[in-house]
């Protein structure tokens, strides 16, 4: 079943791609890399809401929905209690905002780590309810035999392993990974055993870079980093950090804008005018018929 999605065209950032275009599928993501190389990386962003997914979607290959939205657009201190309600209703807004990137699902702490069953049915859940064509789980070796599970009963699976934030009770904050040469093995190890359990990627973030760069080349998937390495076949980050949303963001982020002072700005214009009645103003207003 395919849907026409009308769209004003009048400005180039109203129709971020000529619909209707195929989208990117999982297995052309998997088959970017060639004998252990990546020739063009790969481009991930966060998305949690259809307008953002509009606006990064033809710019991206793959559109994660993070459980980062925890932090990032409900304040919770930190990933744990995000819901299954969360993950599924705004990866339902991604999909509708999107046509050309890959959504990718995040499963929230709590929903998976059980048993491959309760993955399976987490996992089916939110890709039903979304429409959403994989999904991302936190953990390493712990991790495979779910990962294998699903991905062969239809649901590929992004792996995700070094600084795992959903496992910050364990670990004791968001300190970078792989510093001691037990933590470094082990990073490698978790990415090892994704990859042969069917990961179709796998994310690599907060691990020194020399650990990034021998994942990446222990793996025959694609490694898609944050505050990795550059040499990982792809790169992702949170946008609102991207964006210069928030004061105080990891070490591994760019900030790319400085939008938390454009909304500043733009707040105090307008409460400004409202406070001196210049809003609205003509042009806003509805005129009786004459
Ligand atoms: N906005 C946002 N961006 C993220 O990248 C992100 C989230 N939220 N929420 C979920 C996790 C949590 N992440 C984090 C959070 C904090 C640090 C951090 O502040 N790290 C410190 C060093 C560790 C410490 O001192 O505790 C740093 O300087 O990078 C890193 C990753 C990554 N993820
Ligand atoms: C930071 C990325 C990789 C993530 O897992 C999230 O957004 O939750």
Do not use: W
């Amino acid at each position: 079943m395919s849907t026409t999605y009308t769209l004003d065209t009048s400005t180039s950032r109203a129709n971020p791609t000529p619909a209707p275009m195929k989208r990117l599928t999982v297995p052309k993501i998997r088959a970017r890399k060639v004998d252990g190389t990546t020739e063009e990386p790969i481009v991930m962003l966060t998305a949690y809401t259809a307008r953002q997914a509009q606006l990064l979607d033809p710019h991206c290959d793959l559109l994660l929905v993070g459980d980062s939205l925890g932090q990032v657009i409900y304040g919770l201190p930190s990933t744990i209690p995000v819901t299954m309600e969360m993950m599924a209703n705004h990866a339902a807004a991604v999909v509708r905002g999107s046509y050309h990137s890959v959504v990718v699902v995040d499963m929230p702490f709590g929903s998976y780590e059980a048993s491959p069953q309760d993955a399976f049915d987490a996992a089916a859940r939110l890709l039903k309810e979304s429409g959403a064509a994989a999904v991302k789980v936190e953990g390493g070796e712990a991790m495979a035999e779910t990962v294998a599970f699903l991905s062969q009963r239809g649901i590929p699976v992004m792996g995700h392993v070094g600084l795992t934030p959903q496992a910050v009770n364990v670990l004791g904050g968001y300190m970078a990974r792989g510093r001691s040469d037990a933590e470094a093995e082990k990073i490698v190890s978790d990415a090892k055993a994704l990859d042969e359990a069917g990961a179709f990627a796998i994310v690599v973030e907060g691990v020194v870079e020399p650990i990034a760069i021998e994942v990446t080349k222990a793996v025959s998937c694609p490694t898609i980093g944050i505050g990795a390495s550059a040499k990982c076949d792809g790169q992702v980050l949170v946008t609102e950090d991207m964006l210069g949303m928030f004061e105080r963001v990891p070490r591994f982020v760019k900030k790319y804008n400085d939008i938390a002072t454009t909304i500043e700005e733009t707040a105090k214009t307008y409460a400004a005018e409202v406070r001196d009645r210049g809003f609205p103003g003509p042009d806003q207003l509805y005129q009786p018929k004459n």
